[in-house]
């Protein structure tokens, strides 16, 4: 139980196109959603905390005009990559706060964004 | 400051050897400590945690708060322990809040 399902896996932009990604809980209600963003075997990021029906709450240095965080309803939360640059390639993981967990939160599979 | 070091980027060991992952950590307050892993082209999946002291696919990790460590042990590699490794950190009054990683560490176990 409490998956969360991350589309697209991969995905391919031209230099100043957006990208969007979403991240869906499947058999529970995920009212608190985080992204984050992970280089090459190194860390994750946290770039920012949505709760459904507010705006995110973004990390320092991470810019919310660039990295829309929209989280309307209890089963999805989206990022949306915009005006997207090279820099901007990386992998993006959500996960969602689940505190029927042993630690809370149950992660996506990631999204692969290179932007050419 | 609130941090989680893990030194090693990359670990080599041989089948059967004994494995130790370091974590250190920085951290205001009480924290709560977990060691995710990342197996190839797969999820992060929780690993263990400090406050069930178990062991999970024979690693083990024990708080030491003296030292702020919490490293991952496991006295004999499998070819299939091969995987990215992460600490993380949180408030253990922070149900639920955003935890924080380490760099992780890459371990690679030879055949």
């Known amino acids: 139980g409490a998956v969360v399902s991350q589309h697209p896996s991969w995905v391919i932009c031209k230099s100043g196109t957006s990208v969007k990604i979403e991240c869906r809980s499947l058999d529970f209600q995920a009212t608190t959603m985080f992204w984050y963003r992970q280089f090459p075997k190194q860390s994750l990021m946290l770039m920012a905390t949505?709760?459904?029906?507010?705006?995110?709450?973004?990390e320092q240095g991470v810019e919310k005009d660039k990295f829309l965080i929209n989280h309307a309803s209890l089963t999805l939360s989206t990022l949306t990559v915009t005006s997207a640059h090279p820099e901007d390639s990386s992998f993006y993981i959500c996960?969602?706060?689940?505190?029927?967990?042993?630690?809370?939160?149950?992660f996506g599979s990631g999204t692969r964004l290179t932007v050419v | 400051a609130q941090r989680v070091t893990q030194p090693e980027k990359l670990l080599s060991v041989f089948k059967g050897a004994p494995v130790e992952l370091k974590c250190n950590y920085s951290?205001?307050?009480?924290?709560?400590l977990f060691w995710y892993v990342q197996y190839s082209r797969q999820r992060l999946q929780l690993l263990l945690r400090?406050?069930s002291r178990e062991s999970i696919k024979g690693f083990t990790a024990d708080l030491n708060k003296g030292e702020t460590s919490f490293h991952l042990k496991k006295p004999f590699a499998q070819e299939e322990d091969s995987a990215m490794y992460y600490c993380a950190i949180r408030g253990i009054y922070n149900q639920g809040g955003k935890l924080i990683f380490g760099q992780g560490t890459e371990l690679s176990v030879k055949p």
């Open positions: 400090h406050i």
């Open positions: 996960s969602a706060r689940v505190p029927d967990k042993p630690d809370g939160y149950t």
């Open positions: 949505s709760n459904e029906g507010s705006k995110a709450t973004y």
């Open positions: 951290y205001s307050g009480s924290p709560e």
